[in-house]
T-cell receptor, first 115, second 116 residues
Framework: DAGVIQSPRHEVTEMGQEVTLRCKPI?????LFWYRQTMMRGLELLIY????????DSGMPEDRFSAKMPNASFSTLKIQPSEPRDSAVYFC?????????????FGEGSWLTVV | AQTVTQSQPEMSVQEAETVTLSCTYD???????LFWYKQPPSRQMILVIR??????QNATENRFSVNFQKAAKSFSLKISDSQLGDAAMYFC?????????????FGPGTRLSVLP
């Protein structure tokens, strides 16, 4: 069974450019999470969805960040315009509802460098 | 809001020895789940062990075991017979069982080094 699939694995972009990160959750999972990991701030929750609906986006840094989940098998995290401080590893993760199976499964991450 | 604290930014252990990583959390909920995740240099997040708060028995997975103290809101991880492959960042995590708000809250992590 395929795990959480993220793309791209690595991206280097110039400041001001638009960045789109993509995620395919594990089939059947009804929760999807976007996390950002940096040395300074650790693992931060940006946003999470339940049944394709955004539940909590309070972790989204600012209006430059947006996330969508048009269907149960696909989500995007977009940064426009990108800035050097956005450089981080972005993880997508998915899970079943807590009582049904509570483990969170992570993708391998998208390493973003903004120069 | 729930918070997870890991007071040990770094730990080291001699190969074959035992080490305990600390985790405390703050919550007003009675039903929740706790986890330990391992992140090796590859950055892949790997589940190590999990605990349901309603279970009094401490979870064990081979060389990994937890000491879950619900009243004290403490959830420590013990690694026995440490191996070089155990070197990684370890994250403690909390998940609410409430129908609303089932996000995972992670602690800041503990970097474990295993000395040969």
């Amino acid at each position: 069974d395929a795990g959480v699939i993220q793309s791209p694995r690595h991206e280097v972009t110039e400041m001001g450019q638009e960045v789109t990160l993509r995620c395919k959750p594990i089939s059947g999972h009804d929760y999807l999470f976007w996390y950002r990991q940096t040395m300074m701030r650790g693992l931060e929750l940006l946003i999470y969805f339940n049944n394709n609906v955004p539940i909590d986006d309070s972790g989204m840094p600012e209006d430059r960040f947006s996330a969508k989940m048009p269907n149960a098998s696909f989500s995007t995290l977009k940064i426009q315009p990108s800035e050097p401080r956005d450089s981080a590893v972005y993880f997508c993760a998915s899970s079943l509802q807590a009582h049904s199976g509570n483990t969170i499964y992570f993708g391998e991450g998208s390493w973003l460098t903004v120069v | 809001a729930q918070t997870v604290t890991q007071s040990q930014p770094e730990m080291s252990v001699q190969e074959a020895e035992t080490v305990t990583l600390s985790c405390t959390y703050d919550t007003s909920e009675s039903d929740y789940y706790l986890f330990w995740y391992k992140q090796p240099p590859s950055r892949q997040m790997i589940l190590v062990i999990r605990q349901e708060a309603y279970k009094q028995q401490n979870a064990t997975e081979n060389r990994f075991s937890v000491n879950f103290q619900k009243a004290a809101k403490s959830f420590s991880l013990k690694i026995s017979d440490s191996q070089l492959g155990d070197a990684a960042m370890y994250f403690c995590a909390y998940r609410s069982a409430d129908n609303y708000g089932q996000n995972f809250v992670f602690g800041p992590g503990t970097r474990l080094s295993v000395l040969p």
